[in-house]
Structure formats: C-alpha cells, structure tokens
C-alpha cells in the first residue's frame, strides 16, 4: 500500500514510473471531468449493472482503465500546480467573504455525453491481436474514433440545430459529437501515453540497391524469349526505377496511365534533356473527380538509372499485347490489380542481391519482413536526395502533386495537353529531383 506524502503542501501518493496509469491522483478530477463508474453505467445503458454478471462487471473495468487514461493525459507537476493554485484561489475568495469562485462539479446529465460508451468500445478493441505486436497498435483503434464521428454526423443526432460558421475561405461547423469533447480528447492523449505505438517502417532501399536490381533485370530481360516474360520483367524495371526516380509509394505506381505516358513523347525526347513524363490517373485526395498528375523524370539519372527506356519497354510489351489504354499495371483482361501482386518478384529482385551482393543487403537482415513495396523506394530516394544536396524545395515540388495545391478551392480543373502546358515551365525545377540521382 502506497503511503501519501507532502509534496509542497500537498498529500500526493508518489510513486516510480512503473505505477503510472494505475492509480488516481489528488486533484485529476479539476483537470477532466469525473464520474464514478456506477453513474458511468447509468449513463450508458440506462440501468444498474447486474451483480456477478461477467460482461458488466468487464464493463465496470475497462470503464475504470478509460478514466485513469483520461487523468494521465495531464502530468503530475500540472495536476499538483493546479491542485494547490485552486486552493489558494478559493482560500482567498473565503477570506474576503465571497462564496467559491468555482460552481458545483456536478450533477453531470443522465447521458453519455463524454463518450465513454465508445472508450469502452476502444479498449476492448485494444486487446486484440496484432500484426507486429501481441496486441494492435494505437493507430489501428483509433479509427474508431473517425468511425463514430462520421457515423454520428450522418446521424439524426446532428441533424438539427447544425450551426455553420463561414469565413472568406473556410466553414466551421458546431458539433454535439461526445468523440470530438473535452473528456475524450483527454482519454485519447492518455491513452496514447500508456500505450505508446510501435512504428514499423519499411526499410529505405538505397540508390546501390536499385542499381544491382537495374542490372539483374538487365539479365532476365534479354533471357526473357516471349512477350509475357517481357512483361514481367519490364514491369519490376518500372516499379524499382521510376518509383525510385520519382519517390512514388508502391500503390502510387498503379496510378500510372499508358495513353498519358504515351502523349508528347516526341516534345519531351526533343528537350535539351530528354525525359518522360509518368502520367498518373485517378482520385486524389483535396481534388474532385478524376484527373492527371503528371510527373516528369529524366530518361537516364547521373548514377545510370534508365527511367526512359524501362517504361519504353514496358510500353512496348502492351502494344504488342494488343493492351493500348488503362492502367500500366493491369491484369490480364485489363482489370485493376492489387499491389500484392507483385510482392513476390519485388522480393525475389531484393533477395537476388543479398545473396550476390551482401555489402549492400546484409546477410542477418529479413528481405520480406524489413523490405515493403509500399514505401521502402520513397524512403531510400528522400534520403538520397538529401545526402547528395538536391534542395528541400526541389523535394517538395516533386511531390507536390500528393499535397492540396495552395490556390483556395483546390486545384484547378485542366485538360491533359493544357495540364502539361503548365507542367512544361515548371521542367527546370521538377528534372532537378531525378536528374543528379
């Protein structure tokens, strides 16, 4: 049993970092509203938990393990300050005869209005299994968190008495949602500081990786005898140079358009530094409907890349195919494909220079744990660039087609050929990315 201690005139149980999160302190409840867990359950379902019911009494406890979150939100030095701030305060209203500066800290409503229903719902979930761990991480529960807000916010709850507040560029919008509270705001800091979050990052493939890579898909392509050999081969090319040359996350590859790809290749191999523009389309986040981004790379980088000629491959290959629109990236019938698809070859690329090439993938290291088609290329190029002193404004303006564009409203609505147009004076800047890699 811990004993309390005066700690600045305060009676405080202190205790080592192993007990956080596992006992209140005196004065959390001037920080963040608190209830007992009794009134919590009223609040809830309406009715008094039944006595020896296994699920209640689960509730009852994990109810218990949201409101410790929610104290822990706040470190003990600001619950102390506040704790003894608060007693001076109300010591001198005393003095002069006023009655407390504060009101009462309850009753609270007979209603869930702090969300602790779906705080409940969100420790349970956190004692799932997961992927990396024993248990899922902090970013997997908290969308439920989003869940709930938007499923409130189409709900008959928001409904009525919606107050807009709009300004020259923006709105806001007035919210009765307990999610978007202060109590909640304070669980999920508190809950964020128990549990922490265990970051998995793909590990940055360097730009000597992909230049053995380029030179063993050297091999196979002039070993490969028929078109859907070609194909595969040709594909990888595409996937490891471009995505490299351009810092696209794996997904962001199967955006590439063949009929965008295939305009203005006679204007860009004319330009006094031949490049290919790598046509994206689909749905971008911050821009309505579907449209182009385009993105321009150097046919072949300072280090010996070959963008150009691993995308005239591929272009190739499909126009033999008879495969002239569409995705790049296809399925045999022209369907869309999942990036899945090409794990194995991404895998067998990597595993191929580890085992002739073990000064630059080491031995010990797990190729398909460690490695990831998603972002394992964009990782290795940002680092890249900056090592070699390609600016950071060079940087951004490269991905400057993943970020809302900083015109208000969004982008504007372009045709292909004029979208281009606006691209082609921006080339000195935009070939400066890939150019030196």
């Given at each position: ?5 005066d ?7 202190v205790?080592?970092d192993?007990d956080r ?10 920080l963040?509203?608190f209830?007992c867990?009794?009134c919590?359950?009223r ?8 006595s020896?019911?296994a699920?209640d ?8 393990r949201?409101t410790?979150?929610?104290?822990w ?5 600001t619950?102390?300050?506040t704790l003894?701030q608060?007693?001076?305060m109300e010591?001198?209203a005393s003095?002069l ?21 779906l705080?409940?719902?969100m420790?349970e979930r956190?004692?799932?299994p ?14 439920l968190?989003s869940?709930?807000s938007n499923i409130f916010?189409a709900s ?6 919606v107050?807009?507040?709009?300004g ?6 007035t919210?009765?949602?307990?999610s ?6 304070r669980f999920m ?9 265990l970051?998995?990052q793909?590990?940055?493939?360097s730009?000597e990786?992909?230049?053995?890579v ?5 091999g196979?392509?002039v070993?490969?005898?028929?078109d859907?050999?070609k ?10 140079v471009?995505?490299f ?24 191999r004319?330009?006094t530094?031949?490049y290919v523009?790598?046509?994206l ?9 579907e ?8 046919e072949?980088?300072?280090s ?9 491959r591929?272009?190739?290959?499909l ?5 002239q629109n569409g995705?790049?990236?296809q ?5 869309a494909?999942?990036l899945?698809k090409?794990a ?10 580890q085992a002739?090439r ?9 190729v398909?744990?460690?490695y990831?088609?998603?972002r394992?290329?964009?990782?290795g190029?940002t680092?890249?660039a900056?090592?070699?002193?390609i600016?950071?404004g060079v940087i ?8 809302e ?7 504007p609505?372009l ?12 080339l ?9 890699l």
């Open positions: 049993m811990r004993q309390p201690k700690v600045d005139g305060v009676l405080q149980v205790s080592g192993e999160f596992q006992y209140g302190r005196n004065g959390d409840h001037l963040v509203s209830q867990g009794l919590h359950f609040n809830m379902e309406g009715r008094n938990p039944v020896g019911n699920l009494n689960r509730v009852l406890m994990l109810i218990r949201a410790l979150d929610s104290f939100s706040r470190e003990p030095a619950v102390r300050g003894r608060g007693g001076k010591d001198i003095q005869g006023l009655s407390p500066v504060m009101g009462a800290m309850g009753p609270f409503p007979l209603a869930d209005t702090t969300g602790m229903k705080a409940v719902v420790l956190s004692l799932d997961g992927k990396n761990e024993k248990l899922v991480q902090y970013s997997t529960v908290r969308t968190r869940a709930y916010h008959s709850l928001h409904a009525s008495g107050s807009v507040f709009s020259a560029s923006k709105k806001m919008v919210t009765t949602c307990p978007n509270g202060f109590w909640f705001d800091v508190g809950y964020y500081k128990r549990v922490g979050q970051l998995v793909d590990l940055a493939i730009i990786v992909v230049l053995a380029q030179s063993y898909l050297e196979q392509w070993l490969a005898r028929t859907k050999e194909r595969s081969v040709s594909e990888m090319g595409v996937l490891f471009i995505c040359c351009l810092g696209l996350r794996g997904e962001e590859v199967l955006l590439i358009d063949i009929a965008g790809c295939r305009k203005n290749v006679t204007e860009t004319a330009h530094r031949p523009l790598v046509a389309w689909g749905r971008f986040k911050q821009t309505p409907g449209c182009y981004h385009l993105m321009p790379v150097v072949k980088t300072a010996g890349l070959r963008a150009g000629e691993w995308l005239a591929l272009l190739g290959v126009d033999r195919l008879g495969v995705k790049l990236f399925g045999l019938h022209g369907e494909v999942k899945s090409y194995e070859g991404f895998y067998t690329c990597l595993e191929h220079v002739t073990p000064d630059l993938i080491e031995s010990d290291i797990d398909r744990e460690d990831g088609l998603s394992s290329s964009r990782r190029v680092t890249h900056r090592n070699i002193g600016p950071e951004q303006a490269n991905n400057r087609w993943r970020k564009e900083s015109a208000r409203g969004g982008r609505w045709t292909m050929q004029d979208y281009y147009t606006d691209v082609k004076q921006s000195p800047l935009l070939l400066k990315f890939s150019a030196p």
